[in-house]
T-cell receptor, first 114, second 115 residues
Framework: DTEVTQTPKHLVMGMTNKKSLKCEQHMGHRAMYWYKQKAKKPPELMFVYSYEKLSINESVPSRFSPECPNSSLLNLHLHALQPEDSALYLC?????????????FGDGTRLSIL | AQSVAQPEDQVNVAEGNPLTVKCTYSVSGNPYLFWYVQYPNRGLQFLLKYITGDNLVKGSYGFEAEFNKSQTSFHLKKPSALVSDSALYFCAVRAFYSSASKIIFGSGTRLSIRP
């Protein structure tokens, strides 16, 4: 079992829909991350929150909007997505934003855009 | 610029034989290196890391990795492979960006262990 919980596990949505992905961790970690992963490829970093503040945005299109309501929760709001946005979306957390700490990943949300 | 290379897309090993998954890196300053494993329909799981100290690092599930500074390598090894080790393996390096750091992943190596 992973200590980072992501919901939903699967999501199918049309290009005009609005939906949200949720991520929760109770390890007391203060850095949280969103990644996008295509099949058989490495994860691509989208956003980093450090102490609940957005610290890295990897030039992600505005149709993806992250939110960190508190230190345990991370959301990714989706609106007007494109078919190429279909992928596995992974959330991760680490103890602080420093380089020495490994990241702990959830099992992801598999997103399909019709 | 920081980078990580995994030269083999796939590694095939017979069960019981030793396995090696290769990784080379390029960083400025001291490298912080990691190995992760991904099973089908799962997220990535942390296996081991090198920060400083002993060049041979031991991790989960009997895996170990050898840090070689002169060859800028961090190869993943296991003395005796199991069929259950079959998965996708990622080498990674942490890079600093102002107040936060991010991981740079290699392209991944698919490990296949035949019975």
């Amino acid at each position: 079992d992973t200590e980072v919980t992501q919901t939903p596990k699967h999501l199918v949505m049309g290009m005009t829909n609005k939906k949200s992905l949720k991520c929760e961790q109770h390890m007391g970690h203060r850095a949280m991350y969103w990644y996008k992963q295509k099949a058989k490829k490495p994860p691509e970093l989208m956003f980093v929150y450090s102490y609940e503040k957005l610290s890295i945005n990897e030039s992600v299109p505005s149709r993806f909007s992250p939110e960190c309501p508190n230190s345990s929760l991370l959301n990714l709001h989706l609106h007007a997505l494109q078919p190429e946005d279909s992928a596995l979306y992974l959330c991760a957390s680490s103890q602080g934003g420093g380089a020495r700490q490994p990241q702990h990943f959830g099992d992801g949300t598999r997103l399909s855009i019709l | 610029a920081q980078s990580v290379a995994q030269p083999e897309d796939q590694v095939n090993v017979a069960e019981g034989n030793p396995l090696t998954v290769k990784c080379t890196y390029s960083v400025s300053g001291n490298p912080y290196l990691f190995w992760y494993v991904q099973y089908p329909n799962r997220g990535l799981q942390f296996l081991l890391k090198y920060i400083t100290g002993d060049n041979l690092v031991k991790g989960s599930y009997g895996f170990e990795a050898e840090f070689n500074k002169s060859q800028t390598s961090f190869h993943l090894k296991k003395p005796s492979a199991l069929v259950s080790d079959s998965a996708l393996y990622f080498c990674a390096v942490r890079a600093f960006y102002s107040s936060a750091s991010k991981i740079i992943f290699g392209s991944g190596t698919r490990l296949s262990i035949r019975p």
